[in-house]
């Protein structure tokens, strides 16, 4: 079964814009990861965030994670049209360090 | 590095025959992971190998899949036989370490009829 769920599962932005997708999850965790999944590719690692810290940032690209309610955000600030794919959000749940389990995506297209 | 490998990157089989999906993961990875990835069940962890060896299977559906990495720089899940449902996009992952990010190959897209 999935752990994450992540809202919205469609969003649409216009280039500029910034973008912000959620995940909640339901069990206990070691980290969370964001991945990116463009359209017939496989996945891409985008950041991971430990249980233990709070808020991480990479070039456009901003996590949060509260671990008492059991959920992350990732932001994209100044979208392009190449910030268009699929996020995922995916995490090991305590004890079972190397086995992610991914969300369900949120499908984001940035317009021109 | 070229990345996880993985081939076929497309199959098209009729139903009942046998399937065989392969990857490379990336040179110095211990992990391997293959995923399933439909649109009814999102990204599914099948099956996952530690230094060749499978630690984790509860996600392999039922019988007729098997998973297999003879050595550290191959691995294959094999669908015997194979049903419509199986139809969809298979991705084999790898990584150094327990905690880290997974690479992902580019998948092998399977269609049975």
């Known amino acids: 079964s999935q752990q994450g769920e992540e809202d919205p599962q469609a969003l649409s932005i216009q280039e500029g814009e910034n973008a912000t997708m959620n995940c909640s999850y339901k069990t206990s965790i070691n980290n969370l990861q964001w991945y ?4 017939g590719r496989g996945l891409v ?17 901003r996590v949060t994670l509260d671990t008492s309610k059991k959920s992350s955000s990732l932001l994209i600030t100044a979208s392009r049209a190449a910030d268009t794919a699929s996020y995922f959000c995916a995490t090991d749940e305590t004890g079972t360090a190397s086995k992610l389990t991914f969300g369900t995506g949120t499908r984001l297209q940035v317009t021109l | 590095d070229a990345g996880v490998i993985q081939s076929p990157r497309h199959e098209v089989t009729e139903m009942g025959q046998e399937v065989t999906l392969r990857c490379k993961p990336i040179s110095g990875h211990d992990y391997l992971f293959w995923y399933r990835q439909t649109m009814m069940r999102g990204l599914e962890l099948l099956i996952y190998f530690n230094n060749n060896v499978p630690i984790d299977d509860s996600g392999m559906p039922e019988d007729r899949f098997s998973a297999k990495m003879p050595n550290a720089s191959f691995s294959t899940l094999k669908i015997q036989p ?3 449902r199986d139809s969809a996009v298979y991705f084999c992952a790898s990584t150094a370490g327990a905690v880290n990010e997974q690479y992902f190959g580019p998948g092998t897209r399977l269609t049975v009829t």
């Open chain 1, 36 to 39: 990116r999944q463009n359209s």
């Open chain 2, 82 to 84: 194979s049903e419509p």
């Open chain 1, 45 to 61: 690692h985008l950041i991971l965030i430990r249980s233990n810290e709070r808020e991480k940032h990479s070039g456009r690209l």
